[in-house]
């Protein structure tokens, strides 16, 4: 039995899978075995694939699934590696990862999951700043999800306990996961690179921030009980921005941008405390001030060439 199970979930991912499926078949450390579970996709991948399906280590599922979550636990249930670590088919391990998370886990018999840090890239593999990771804290988990999912593994032990990703979650399956083991057992911060996390126009979370946003607060309503506040404010601010101009798109329109800021800030109070209220929470003045203020004078007095997101503008899950 492999010590090592990775999982791929896959989808119209033919541009990106070749690398992520080399970045597993490269590993220095050897023992592992892989499936990767693709929803039927008509692209170039099929044709990718072909070219591994006679390594002894890597599995191929190809059949329709009811998203990302299901298909990973297809994988977790197809396999039998004691690790768990899910990769998915935009993101790469260094050739490194398998072999550093392997001695903390056989060094450390008690630790049940393991993470690092990983670095955005773009399409082209080209680093944009790192994933903003930090010390384990679950109260600080409870507030921002500060796990790159690629650079987590996890003993299989756990899923037996405490159950799959959740099916019926789209964009905050990896985080609900985090949050339900995190629960139980502290998790080992492992300060070395060990993925990248590919940011592209294809990108689920990227491309629908307001709508991850919002059903990671959902998730958070029935896992916690309540929203945490920065959460609230993460979603006031997704949901605003496409309200957000540049000073040229002001001139176009005619209207002089302080107007333009204002009704910004103005909608952005608004949602705010729509969120409040849906997700029934009593604000706290002075944490909400302490997180609104630098955002309002960053709008009035530096505001962005565009309004394309940077990556580390959000801390949604992956």
Excluded at 124 to 136: F, Q
Excluded at 289 to 314: C, D, G, H, N
Aim: glycine share 4%.
């Amino acid at each position: 039995m492999a010590l090592f199970s990775i999982i791929t979930p896959s989808f119209q991912q033919g541009a990106f899978i070749e690398r992520t499926l080399r970045s597993v078949v490269e590993q220095t450390f050897t023992d592992w075995e892989y499936i990767i579970c693709d929803a039927q996709s008509t692209d170039e991948t099929g044709q990718i694939l072909t070219h591994y399906c006679h390594h002894p280590q890597v599995t191929f599922l190809q059949e329709r699934d009811r998203g990302q979550a299901d298909a990973v636990n297809k994988g977790i249930l197809r396999t039998r590696g004691a690790i768990i670590g899910w990769l998915n088919s935009d993101d790469c391990y260094l050739p490194e990862t398998l072999e550093r998370v392997a001695q903390v886990f056989l060094a450390h018999p008690q630790v049940q999951v393991v993470y690092g840090d990983a670095d955005y890239v773009d399409a082209g593999d080209r680093p944009l700043e790192p994933y903003p990771t930090a010390p384990w804290s679950y109260d600080r988990l409870k507030e921002s999800c500060f796990l790159c999912q690629p650079a987590v593994f996890f003993r299989r032990d756990l899923v037996h306990r405490y159950g799959l990703l959740n099916p019926d979650l789209h964009y905050c399956l990896d985080y609900e996961l985090w949050l339900r083991f995190g629960q139980h057992t502290d998790f080992y911060y492992l300060q070395e690179k060990l993925a990248t996390s590919r940011m592209h126009g294809d990108n689920k979370t990227l491309g629908q921030r307001a709508i991850a946003h919002y059903e990671t607060n959902q998730m958070l309503k029935r896992r916690l009980g309540y929203v945490p506040d920065p959460w609230l404010l993460r979603y006031a601010r997704v949901a605003v921005e496409p309200m957000t101009p540049d000073r040229h798109m002001a001139q176009l329109h005619n209207r002089p941008f302080p107007i333009v800021q204002w009704a910004v800030t103005a909608a952005f109070i608004r949602t705010t405390l729509w969120a409040y209220w849906h997700w029934q929470k009593v604000p706290n003045p002075h944490r909400v001030l302490a997180m609104v203020a630098p955002k309002a004078r960053r709008w009035w007095f530096t505001p962005p060439a565009s309004s394309a997101p940077q990556p580390s503008e959000f801390q949604t899950p992956n």
